[in-house]
C-alpha cells in the first residue's frame, strides 16, 4: 500500500512564526498535493506538484509557498502565519495524470495559530 | 454555482437500509469520479472510483455516473453503524495534472 506520511499530527504556532508541513510518500508517485480542510468549505487545493522542482498554485495560494526538492517529499510553508490558517492540512499523491487515478491522503496535520 | 455540489446533511438511515448519497458537478470535460470516506477526525479514504456512463458495483457500495446529467451518486446497501462518516465526491478537473475537486461532503448517520 501507499503510504504517505506527514510529520505533525498536531501543531500550534504563534503568529507570525513560519511554518514546515512536511509530507513524504514511499511510492514514487509524480504528483502531490496540499489542501486544507475548513467545516462547511470541504477540501481547498492549495498547491500541487507534478516532479520535482515544479510546483503550481491550486486555489487558495495566499500565505502559503511550496517546496519539493526530492521526488517523495512536499513541503509546505506559511511564510507567516496566522489565525485564519487554523485547519487542517491534509497532503495527496497521486501516480496517474489526466485524471485517471485517486488520491491516497496522509494522516492530516491539524494546525492551530494563536 | 459551486464545481462539486453535494448536500450536507446529516443523512439518517436504520441499519440494513439503503444509504443513496448525491453529487453534481459542473465540467462537462470532468473524467474521473471518486467517493471518498472519511470519518471523523481522520483523512479521507478511497472508496469507489467510476469512469464511464452507468453503474459500478464493490461489495455493498454501487457508484452510478450519468455524465449527460453530471450527476454520480453512491449507493450503501445493508447500511452499517460503522459506514457512519462524511463521504466526499471528488471529480478530476480537466487539463492535466490529475488535479481533483472535492464536494464538501454528506454526512452519513446510520443508527441501530
Known amino acids: 500500500d501507499v503510504k504517505v506520511t506527514q510529520s505533525s499530527r498536531y501543531l500550534v504556532k504563534r503568529t507570525g512564526e513560519k511554518v514546515f508541513l512536511e509530507c513524504v510518500q514511499d511510492?514514487?508517485?509524480?504528483?502531490m498535493f496540499w489542501y486544507r480542510q475548513d467545516p462547511g468549505l470541504g477540501l481547498r487545493l492549495i498547491y500541487f506538484?507534478?516532479?520535482?522542482?515544479?510546483?503550481e498554485k491550486g486555489d487558495i495560494p495566499e500565505g502559503y509557498s511550496v517546496s519539493r526538492e526530492k521526488k517523495e517529499r512536499f513541503s509546505l510553508i506559511l511564510e507567516s502565519a496566522s489565525t485564519n490558517q487554523t485547519s487542517m492540512y491534509l497532503c495527496?499523491?497521486?501516480?496517474?495524470?489526466?485524471?485517471?487515478?485517486?488520491?491516497?491522503f496522509g494522516s492530516g496535520t491539524r494546525l492551530t495559530v494563536v | 454555482q459551486k464545481e462539486v455540489e453535494q448536500n450536507s446533511g446529516p443523512l439518517s438511515v436504520p441499519e440494513g437500509a439503503i444509504a443513496s448519497l448525491n453529487c453534481t458537478y459542473s465540467?462537462?470535460?470532468?473524467?474521473?469520479f471518486f467517493w471518498y470516506r472519511q470519518y471523523s477526525g481522520k483523512s479521507p479514504e478511497l472508496i469507489m472510483s467510476i469512469y464511464s456512463n452507468g453503474d459500478k458495483e464493490d461489495g455493498r457500495f454501487t457508484a452510478q455516473l450519468n455524465k449527460a446529467s453530471q450527476y454520480v451518486s453512491l449507493l450503501i446497501r445493508d447500511s452499517q453503524p460503522s459506514d457512519s462518516a462524511t463521504y466526499l465526491c471528488a471529480v478530476n478537473k480537466p487539463g492535466g495534472y490529475n488535479k481533483l475537486i472535492f464536494g464538501a461532503g454528506t454526512r452519513l448517520a446510520v443508527h441501530p
Open positions: 506538484s507534478y516532479d520535482v522542482k515544479m510546483k
Open positions: 495527496a499523491s497521486s501516480f496517474e495524470t489526466g485524471g485517471a487515478g485517486g488520491y491516497t
Open positions: 465540467d462537462r470535460g470532468s473524467q474521473s
Open positions: 511510492m514514487d508517485h509524480e504528483n
